[in-house]
């Protein structure tokens, strides 16, 4: 039986183009007491092929989450097979604000130690003491208050191109980095201030939450659903709606806009600008911030070198590749030297 991929993302994109369906991005997360993961993971991956569910989904002991592309002719099938796992039965889905139909195009169901990398000795403090969630309306109440902290729980490279009006961004490149430099920075009000807290979609929230309680923070508060539900619920609602810019997504969109404020720049000329992409050489891919202009001039490239490299014969390339340890950074969030206006 198969239990893999067998099309290139360009086939899948190939097919997607003919099809020419509307598929729905979507991302949720349980946690919950999984006894077999792997047995878990290839339940769905059976059942979610037969969809045409594309997407990235960590499964673990303790939970899922799950970002991806359901055909929009599908959903009602794809939703009846949630509510038919006793966990996921009327789990909070978050629907993309900007739907883009080959925002994933593999379908990858992976086992994993955790299903967000925090670091955490789960045995040590009791995850499920965790926060109070606000909605949109009661957030925006509480980040008013004086006596209130707000806390981006994302990376740097997310909230640089968008975040809420006064909150505190840690520079940071892993989740796992935020929680001791959180607890430190912030150690003298644990009792006196109101510790309010976002993400993307509200995953990270949920264990830092339980986190800074277990560390004695008496009044934590958390954004339900994260930056996606309060834009749906913003909009829906006509509140004030107080993020600034772009929300930073996972998948071949990298952000969804929420306003029209720009506060990030080109790390290559610095002009405003907060659209991410990976550098085109295969052998680097870094993600970065680039301008129209700068993607001109660098052929999609993050530095000289790689543009010389990418423009060469793909053989040669191959070549120049082949023997060498080359770390994949997608995900390494522009820190690279090469980027005179990074962050």
Not at 128 to 146: Q, R, Y
Not at 183 to 195: F, P, R, S, T, V
Not at 212 to 230: A, C, D, M, S
Request: glycine letters at 4%.
């Amino acid at each position: 039986m198969q239990l893999y991929n067998t099309l290139s993302a360009k086939e899948r994109e190939a097919l997607i183009e003919e099809a020419g369906l509307e598929r729905l991005t979507i991302s949720f997360y349980q946690y919950a007491r999984i006894g077999n993961p792997s047995i878990f993971r290839n339940h769905l991956f059976i059942h979610w092929n037969e969809l045409d569910v594309l997407g990235r989904i960590y499964v673990a002991h303790e939970g899922i989450n799950a970002q991806l592309s359901v055909p929009a002719v599908n959903f009602k099938s794809f939703k009846a097979h949630l509510d038919s796992i006793t966990f996921l039965e009327n789990v909070r889905l978050n629907i993309a604000i900007e739907q883009d139909n080959k925002s994933f195009l593999k379908l990858k169901v992976k086992v994993r130690e955790k299903i967000v990398a925090d670091g955490l000795n789960d045995a040590s403090f009791d995850v499920t003491n965790k926060g109070i969630h606000v909605d949109a309306k009661k957030f925006n109440e509480l980040i008013e208050d004086s006596d209130t902290i707000l806390v981006d729980m994302r990376n740097h490279y997310e909230s640089e191109i968008g975040h809420f009006k006064n909150a505190i961004t840690p520079d940071v490149d892993t989740f796992r980095d935020s929680l001791d430099i959180i607890e430190k920075d912030l150690a003298d009000h644990k009792e006196d201030k109101k510790l309010v807290m976002y993400c993307t979609g509200g995953i990270r929230c949920e264990k830092a939450s339980a986190y800074y309680k277990h560390k004695g923070f008496k009044n934590v508060y958390q954004l339900e659903g994260g930056i996606i539900e309060y834009t749906r619920q913003v909009n829906n609602l006509n509140l004030e709606n107080k993020f600034l810019g772009k929300n930073f997504v996972f998948d071949h969109r990298r952000g969804e806009r929420i306003t029209d404020d720009v506060i990030a720049h080109c790390h290559q000329c610095g002009n405003p600008c907060d659209n991410h992409v990976n550098c085109a050489n295969e052998a680097c891919h870094l993600l970065f911030i680039q301008c129209d202009a700068c993607a001109e001039a660098m052929n999609q490239c993050c530095s000289v070198e790689c543009k010389d490299i990418h423009e060469l014969p793909y053989e040669e390339q191959k070549r120049l590749r082949k023997g060498k340890v080359v770390s994949n950074k997608i995900f390494k969030k522009g820190r690279s030297e090469v980027l005179k206006y990074k962050k």
